[in-house]
């Protein structure tokens, strides 16, 4: 299960126990703030995309979307999302739980600028019931990100 491999990750810096697991579904961002009873935009959701044949996470605020001009200009193609079983088969997780650690080799992780509004955001742990806090430098260190990128759009 992708939780246990999450729960391993975790486990080689010593920080497994922060991982929160929920009675409920925490799949979506409304669904993981009711759960932690927090502000949708700190949910970190994790976006999934094919480029040049590979899988690409994007790790962005839970109240933004993404631009497909700015996602253009980053990565010189269209903004394609993986399907549910592309997500599974590539990444490494299934949708609800998708997160940016313990994920397949060769899956790129990029932070998008919208989570540095805040000290603090939450992206999931592998399964649709879970999710850690953790601050804006431990999202670095814990992500193996490449770089931080500026492709999404704050609500109107």
């Known amino acids: 299960m992708s939780i246990e491999k999450v729960r391993e990750y975790f486990g080689s810096f010593g920080i497994e126990d922060k991982i929160l697991e929920f009675d409920v579904s925490s799949a ?13 935009q700190r949910i970190a959701k994790t976006l999934s995309f094919l480029v040049d044949e590979k899988a690409v996470l994007i790790v962005c605020a839970g109240d933004v979307k993404i631009d497909n001009p700015k996602f253009k200009a980053e990565f010189h193609t269209k903004a394609k999302m993986l399907s549910p079983e592309q997500v599974t088969e590539l990444v490494g997780h299934a ?16 932070l998008d600028e919208s989570l540095k509004r805040f000290e603090t955001v939450f992206p999931a742990c592998g399964s649709s019931n879970s999710a850690i806090e953790l601050t804006i430098a431990e999202l670095e260190k814990y992500s193996g990100f490449e770089k931080w990128v500026d492709v999404t759009k704050l609500p109107q």
């Open 95 to 110: 949708v609800g739980g998708v997160c940016p650690f313990a994920v397949n080799e060769g899956v790129r992780v990029m």
């Open 28 to 40: 979506t961002v409304a669904l993981a703030a009711q759960a932690l009873g927090c502000e949708e």
